[in-house]
């Protein structure tokens, strides 16, 4: 029996962008995220560029739970929820057991691993 797999919604926050468009745009013109990253030259590190996201976290996540996040796991979080809300799902979809919701990440900020 051959299983199917079906992708619904999406949610990204990157350094070309914060949402599914604005990324997309990014990419069609071109747009680099890659800029000189003060912190990293304050800490010392070799390399002084970074792809960092721009967002504010205290505008989608809420404080309480906000406190206990690494940045990584915030920006997770936004995308995991912009991916629900972009594929339509309820609460009771999301917690089928037959609804999964994969998350990808290209590695966590240098200051979270200090």
């Given at each position: 029996m051959t299983k199917r797999v079906v992708i619904t919604g999406l949610g990204i926050v990157s350094c070309l962008g914060n949402d599914l468009a604005t990324v997309a745009a990014s990419l069609r013109n071109g747009t680099s995220g890659i800029t000189t990253d003060q912190t990293s030259i304050e800490m010392g590190l070799r390399s002084h560029v970074s792809g960092r996201p721009t967002i504010d976290f205290n505008d989608h996540i809420?404080?309480?739970?906000?406190?206990?996040?690494?940045d990584a796991a915030a920006y997770a979080f936004i995308a995991m929820e912009q991916a629900i809300r972009d594929a339509g799902l309820s609460d009771d979809q999301v917690s089928n057991v037959r609804t999964g919701i994969i998350a990808g990440s290209g590695g966590a900020s240098a200051a979270s691993q200090t």
């Open positions: 809420d404080r309480k739970q906000l406190r206990f996040m690494a």
